[in-house]
C-alpha cells in the first residue's frame, strides 16, 4: 500500500501529479486551487506552519506556509512557463509547469519554442510583517513567537547615524498601485536559476539588511517577504494586510549577489544591476512565497474571525452586545483613571478608539476623530508610557511617535521611488489600516526643523485633516487614502490640527501615585476582561449605522434654535454640527446601538459644552 503524501511537506508533489492528468489544458491550475481550498477548509489547516513564527531550520523549500503581511511595495509582474516540454538525458520527452516555482527544471533540455510551451504572467508583492501589530496579537497568532521579536524599540532611541541610516532605508516600484497595472515591457521573464556568485567572482559588501527588509518603522523587527500571486482576479493595493498561504521558495540560486566592477557582465549597467540585487535579494533573508490561497483581511484582532461582518457572523456581534454596557462602563473607568480622574476626557478616549473611516465625500474622510489631549503633566514621568502601554494592550495596532526634532528632521515620514532601485522606500507613516498613531508633542524641544521636518510636519497635517499622504515618486507626488486614528500629546495646543481639543482636567492627588495606579489598572484587566474589550473595541468599530429621518430632522430644529439661542460669537457653527453628528455616530455605537437617539445627542451636547467650557477657561 503506498505511503500517503504529505501535500503540506511536499505540495508541488501533488501539484505534478494533478498537472501531468492534462498537461495542454490552460485550465489545468483550478484543480490545483480547488484541491487546497478543500485542504484549506479542513482542520489541516492548524499544521500550517506559520512562516513569521516557524524556526527558520524547521523551514524547507518547497512546502505550505501560512504569511500574514502588509504589502509596502508592488514589484512589476514577471512571465513564467505555465507549461514547457524537456528532454531527459535519454532522450524521453516530457512536459512539466513552472507554475508555484521560481526556477525551471534543470536537469531538462528545455525547448522553449515548442507549440505545447505556455507562457503566463503572475504579480509579484513586496511584503513585510504587520507594522506596529500590538504584543498581544503576535503572541496569540504566533505563540512560537520569542519576546525579543517584538517591535520594542522606542523610536527616540535611534541615533543620528541610524536616523539617516533609515531615512534612506529602501527603494520602490513606481507602476500604478493602486490596481497593479504595468507596461507589459516591464515583465521578466523568470526561467533558469542564476547563479548566486561563480568560482572566482569577487564580491562587495552586501547591503544592509535594515536597507532590504525596508520596515517603515526603524528598528522593528518582523520579516519581509516576496509574495507571488497567479489569480488574476485578486486585487490587492499598497498597505493592505494579506493573508496569504502558499508555497515557500528557498533556493539559495534566487539571490543576486553584487560582484566588483570587474566581474560585472559586459554591457550591464551599474544601475540595472543595482536595480537586480535590490529586487533579487537572498531567500534566506526575504523568501519567496507562491500563493495558493489570498484573503484580504478587514481587521487584526487575532480573537476574531478575519473575514468578519456583522451579516456573516451575528452570533459574534450578539456576545458582546450582550454585555456592551458592562464593557463600556469599564473602558470608561479605566481610562478615566489612566487620565488622572478625567472622565470627560475618558469619554473622547473611547470615541477615538472606534472611529475609522468609513466613507469619502469630497475631500472629506467621514468616521474620523482625531484627538488633541492637552495638559498632559510632564512632571508625570510615567503619564505617557503608561498612556502608550494601555492603548497597546487593547488596540490591534498601535504606534508611538515622539516627535523630537531628532525625529522630525531626521526620518522620513512619507514613502518615496528610489528610482536606482525600483523599489519604494518606506516612510514611518506607510502604515496599515486603523493603526493608532500616538504622536507624543511632550518630546519637541527648542530648535530649528530642516526642509525634512518642514515636509514632515505638512504630512501629518494631511495625515490628520484630510487622512492621506502623498507619496513622494520624484517627478510628483502620488496621493493614497488612509485611514489611521491619530491622537496628540502636548502641554498646551498642539501645532498640529486635530478634530478635537480636549484639555485634561487633572486631579492633583492622582500624579504622586500614577505608577502604581498603571499597575492596579493592568492588574485588573484580566486576560479575560482584556480580550473582552479587545473584541468591544473592533466589533463596535465594525458596527453599521444609519440616522433615521426623524432624528435628522430633530437636528436640524436644534441647530437652528441654538443658533437663534446663543450669542453669534458663541453660536455653533457648521463645523460644529459636523463634529456632533460624528461625535453622535460614535457614542452611539459605542452603546451598542446602531442608531442614534434623543437620549445619546442629548450626550453629545452636553460633552461639546463641558469641552467648550474647559477651553474658554484656558483662553482666559
Known amino acids: 500500500m503506498p505511503v500517503p503524501m504529505d501535500i503540506i511537506k511536499s505540495p508541488l ?108 504572467d503572475r504579480m509579484s508583492y513586496y511584503c513585510i510583517s504587520v507594522p506596529a501589530e500590538s504584543p498581544w496579537v503576535k503572541k496569540i497568532q504566533n505563540p512560537l513567537l520569542s519576546d525579543k521579536n517584538s517591535p520594542d524599540v522606542p523610536v527616540e532611541s535611534l541615533s543620528a547615524s541610524e536616523a539617516r541610516l533609515s ?18 515591457a516591464n515583465k521578466r521573464l523568470c526561467t533558469s536559476p542564476t547563479p548566486a556568485t561563480t568560482e572566482n567572482s569577487t564580491l562587495t559588501p552586501t547591503f544592509d539588511s535594515k536597507k532590504i527588509l525596508n520596515f517603515p518603522i526603524p528598528n522593528e523587527r518582523g520579516i519581509g517577504c516576496i509574495v507571488k500571486v497567479y489569480d488574476e482576479s485578486e486585487h490587492f493595493s499598497l498597505n493592505d494586510i494579506v493573508s496569504f498561504v502558499g508555497i515557500l521558495s528557498l533556493a539559495p540560486s534566487l539571490a543576486v549577489v553584487p560582484r566588483s566592477t570587474s566581474e560585472t557582465e559586459e554591457g550591464m549597467e551599474d544601475i540595472f544591476l543595482e536595480e537586480q540585487v535590490a529586487r533579487n535579494p537572498s531567500p534566506s533573508l526575504v523568501p519567496r512565497l507562491h500563493v495558493i490561497s489570498a484573503t484580504k483581511v478587514s481587521h487584526c484582532n487575532a480573537l476574531l474571525p478575519q473575514a468578519m461582518s456583522q451579516s456573516s457572523h451575528p452570533n ?67 503619564f505617557v508610557p503608561g498612556l502608550v502601554n494601555l492603548l497597546q494592550h487593547l488596540t490591534t495596532k498601535c504606534y508611538h511617535l515622539p516627535l523630537t526634532l531628532q525625529n522630525l528632521n531626521g526620518l ?45 510636519v505638512n504630512a501629518l497635517e494631511n495625515l490628520i485633516l484630510w487622512q492621506k499622504l502623498a507619496y513622494d515618486f520624484h517627478y510628483h507626488q502620488i496621493e493614497y487614502n488612509a485611514n489611521i486614528p491619530v491622537i496628540i500629546l502636548s502641554e498646551g495646543k498642539s501645532l498640529l490640527p486635530s478634530d478635537v481639543l480636549v484639555p485634561l482636567k487633572i486631579k492633583e492627588e492622582k500624579l504622586s501615585g500614577y505608577d502604581n495606579m498603571i499597575s492596579a489598572i493592568f492588574t485588573f484587566l484580566s486576560e479575560d476582561l482584556s480580550n473582552k474589550l479587545r473584541k468591544y473595541i473592533t466589533i463596535c468599530q465594525m458596527m453599521e449605522y444609519t440616522l433615521t429621518e426623524e432624528l435628522q ?21 457648521a463645523n ?31 460633552m461639546e459644552t463641558e469641552r467648550k467650557q474647559r477651553i474658554s477657561q484656558i483662553r482666559r
Open 553 to 573: 430632522n430633530a437636528i436640524q430644529q436644534d441647530f437652528v434654535l441654538s443658533r437663534q439661542a446663543e450669542s453669534s460669537s458663541h453660536s455653533m457653527t
Open 13 to 120: 508533489k501533488e501539484i505534478d501529479v494533478i498537472f501531468a492528468k492534462n498537461p495542454t489544458n490552460p485550465t489545468w491550475h483550478t484543480e490545483v486551487t480547488e484541491k487546497f481550498k478543500g485542504i484549506l477548509a479542513t482542520d489541516r489547516l492548524r499544521e500550517i506552519p506559520c512562516l513569521e513564527s516557524a524556526p527558520k531550520e524547521n523551514l524547507l523549500d518547497g512546502q505550505l506556509v501560512v504569511f500574514k503581511g502588509m504589502i509596502q511595495d508592488m514589484f512589476d509582474p514577471e512571465y513564467f512557463f505555465d507549461s514547457y516540454e524537456g528532454e531527459t538525458s535519454t532522450g524521453e520527452k516530457v512536459m512539466k509547469t513552472g507554475r508555484f516555482r521560481d526556477t525551471i527544471d534543470a536537469t531538462l533540455q528545455t525547448n522553449h519554442d515548442s507549440l505545447t510551451t505556455r507562457t503566463m
Open 412 to 456: 522620513p515620514f512619507i514613502p518615496r521611488k528610489d528610482y536606482t532601485m525600483n523599489r519604494l522606500v518606506s516612510g514611518v507613516l506607510q502604515l496599515s489600516e486603523n493603526t493608532h498613531l500616538i504622536l507624543d508633542e511632550t518630546a519637541l524641544s527648542t530648535g530649528t526643523l530642516d526642509a525634512n521636518g518642514v515636509k514632515n
Open 167 to 184: 531615512k534612506r532605508s529602501l527603494e520602490e516600484d513606481d507602476v500604478n498601485m493602486e490596481d497593479g497595472s504595468s507596461n507589459e
Open 316 to 382: 459574534v456581534f450578539s456576545e458582546i452586545m450582550r454585555s456592551v454596557k458592562d464593557l463600556r462602563q469599564n473602558l470608561l473607568s479605566v481610562f478615566t483613571e489612566a487620565l488622572l480622574g478625567d472622565a470627560l476626557a475618558a469619554e473622547y478616549m473611547i470615541c477615538h478608539l472606534i472611529s475609522s473611516v468609513y466613507m469619502r465625500r469630497e475631500l472629506m474622510a467621514l468616521g474620523k476623530l482625531s484627538i488633541n489631549l492637552t495638559n498632559v503633566p510632564t512632571s508625570c514621568s510615567g
Open 576 to 606: 460644529d454640527l459636523h463634529l456632533m453628528l460624528g461625535l453622535a455616530r460614535l457614542l452611539s455605537l459605542s452603546y451598542g446601538e446602531t442608531t442614534l437617539s434623543k437620549e445619546i445627542w442629548g450626550l453629545v451636547r452636553n
